[in-house]
Nanobody, 122 residues
Framework: LQLVESGGALVQPGGSLRLSCAVS????????ITWFRQAPGKEHEAVSC????????DYGRTTKGRFIISRDDAKNTVYLQMSDLRLEDTAVYYC????????????????WGQGTQVTVSS
């Protein structure tokens, strides 16, 4: 299974971005895909997950209501739509895959993308 993130960029506070996680090697109904982020000097933080059944879960206390996870089965791609971005959203964003179920613990995930940098700055 391979995951490739894209869409990271430099954006001003209050702006929006959409991250993409393109998955190859399996269809999305077999895996839960979770977006994590890691800021410098900090641990991985779970943001949002979409299960193999297409059910979404929001883990981030500060991102609920601003970040929305979705997927396009035809493109085998999972998205993270981020709005009202804040300085503290600056991080490397990763997507990770685990069979079927969502977990917020990053150590349970076997498959990871390379990450995409999101920088929020004025």
């Amino acid at each position: 299974l391979q995951l490739v993130e894209s869409g990271g960029a430099l954006v001003q506070p209050g702006g929006s971005l959409r991250l993409s996680c393109a998955v190859s090697g399996s269809t999305l109904d077999h895996y839960a895909i979770t977006w994590f982020r890691q800021a410098p000097g900090k641990e991985h933080e779970a943001v949002s997950c979409i299960s193999g059944r297409g059910e979404s879960m929001d883990y981030g206390r500060t991102t609920k209501g601003r970040f929305i996870i979705s997927r396009d089965d035809a493109k085998n791609t999972v998205y993270l739509q981020m709005s009202d971005l804040r300085l503290e959203d600056t991080a490397v964003y990763y997507c990770a895959a685990e069979p079927l179920r969502c977990y917020s613990d990053h150590t349970l995930y076997d498959f990871w993308g390379q990450g995409t940098q999101v920088t929020v700055s004025s």
